[in-house]
T-cell receptor, first 110, second 112 residues
Framework: GIQVEQSPPDLILQEGANSTLRCNFS?????LQWFHQNPWGQLINLFY???GTKQNGRLSATTVATERYSLLYISSSQTTDSGVYFC????????????FGAGTRLTVKP | GAVVSQHPSRVICKSGTSVKIECRSL??????MFWYRQFPKQSLMLMAT?????????EQGVEKDKFLINHASLTLSTLTVTSAHPEDSSFYIC????????FGQGTRLTVV
């Protein structure tokens, strides 16, 4: 099956700093999403981004499908951005189930 | 975006009992839903694919007799953890796809 690798595994930032999270995947995908898992376990949809670039407030994401990677940018980080960020993909010959990377655990300090 | 509702959010049960978890797509129909399991500080692992009107498809290593899945309608899938044991304690979360994948709130199961 497809391999999904996220980096870095852990990231500690000072409030106000910017960061870039990376997701590499091993095969062509027809769906890629970024999620933020809050302390209660809820997965919050950040972006549906199988290709291209999107922005939502302080967050933006870019997927370069031909090179099999996606980036999540967080600007002017806030303490509420803390949590685990997951990249998940689905590929053309599976049944739309999402396969997750190991996640990046972000801690933003005041 | 679409809404997936999962209940209960938290359950504590005695060893040997069964627990049923419900997953509903509230504003769209889903012929397929997915069940995941997440251990502390780990990623989500797909357990099974729930298919409306037919048998579920289980991932390798997942016991189908332990984790019973029923997808009786286009908006409801249920996961029943049968004869639960402490090692079944985990966070279970379902999803359904409406272009993008949407996830329920998750169920934290503790077996004592």
């Amino acid at each position: 099956g497809i391999q999904v690798e996220q980096s870095p595994p852990d990231l500690i930032l000072q409030e106000g700093a910017n960061s870039t999270l990376r997701c590499n995947f091993s095969d062509s995908v027809n769906n890629l999403q970024w999620f933020h898992q809050n302390p209660w376990g809820q997965l919050i949809n950040l972006f549906y981004i199988p290709s291209g670039t999107k922005q939502n407030g302080r967050l933006s994401a870019t997927t370069v499908a031909t090179e099999r990677y996606s980036l999540l940018y967080i600007s002017s980080s806030q303490t509420t951005d803390s949590g685990v960020y997951f990249c998940a993909v689905a590929w053309h010959d599976n049944n739309n189930d999402m396969r997750f990377g190991a996640g990046t655990r972000l801690t933003v300090k005041p | 975006g679409a809404v997936v509702s999962q209940h209960p959010s938290r359950v504590i049960c005695k060893s040997g009992t069964s627990v049923k978890i419900e997953c509903r797509s509230l504003d769209f129909q889903a012929t397929t839903m997915f069940w995941y399991r997440q251990f502390p500080k780990q990623s989500l692992m797909l357990m099974a694919t729930s298919n409306e009107g037919s048998k579920a498809t289980y991932e390798q290593g997942v016991e189908k007799d332990k984790f019973l899945i029923n997808h009786a309608s286009l908006t409801l899938s249920t996961l029943t953890v049968t004869s639960a044991h402490p090692e079944d304690s985990s966070f279970y979360i379902c999803s359904a796809v409406d272009l993008a994948a949407f996830f329920g709130q998750g169920t934290r199961l503790t077996v004592v």
